[in-house]
């Protein structure tokens, strides 16, 4: 996927799809987002592992996501990881405009060899994160495996949706990050897509978005 030129913070939106850019002292973020596409787009943020995670996330969410980042790296993968995340929280949030006819709620549970991790999303207007995942301390690919929690909880900040992301086996990071970004993106791919049964916004209140 090669999206138009991303405008200023605010964005441009077409119908479920959002091109953003946030620029800082710290990076620079553009992000191009398609919902319930094919996973295309190409993942480059200087990060190793983060790169495959945001494949994962892309491919089993059904996003085309054009991510290009320019990051501060000498000092770590954090202000990437977490900026790249608000991004695409953002976008997210854009994409999906007054939220009428979604799902709303998704849920999954993914194994990944010994490890296995399971995702709850509630598109809920109201930012909320709690993962629990004991991971092992360390670096993969560039990526602390704290970033982790960081991405998810900057996302859910941006996106303002509640994320419940657990790893309930495992002793290797690789595959404990790994099926928590897989379960996370069949969650959200669920709780995203159009049900033709819903009738507007799916909320006893009316709204998805305050």
Known sequence: MTPPAPSSEAG????????????TAETDVRLGLVLGATGAGARVTGVGFFDHMLDLL???GRLDLDVQVAGDLQTGAHHTVEDTAIVFGRALSEALGD???IARYGSALVPMDEARASAAVDI?????ALVEANLPPGATGGFDHELTEEFFRAFANAAKVTVHLSVQ??????????AIFKAFALALRDAIAIDATQAG??????????
């Open 12 to 23: 441009a939106q077409t119908h479920r799809s959002a091109q953003l850019q946030r620029k």
């Open 58 to 60: 892309a491919r089993h």
């Open 99 to 101: 939220r009428s006819g």
């Open 124 to 128: 809920s207007g109201r930012p909320f």
């Open 169 to 178: 086996a495992g002793t290797n990071a690789h595959h404990m990050i790994e």
């Open 201 to 210: 916004i799916p909320s006893t209140k009316g709204t998805l978005t305050e």
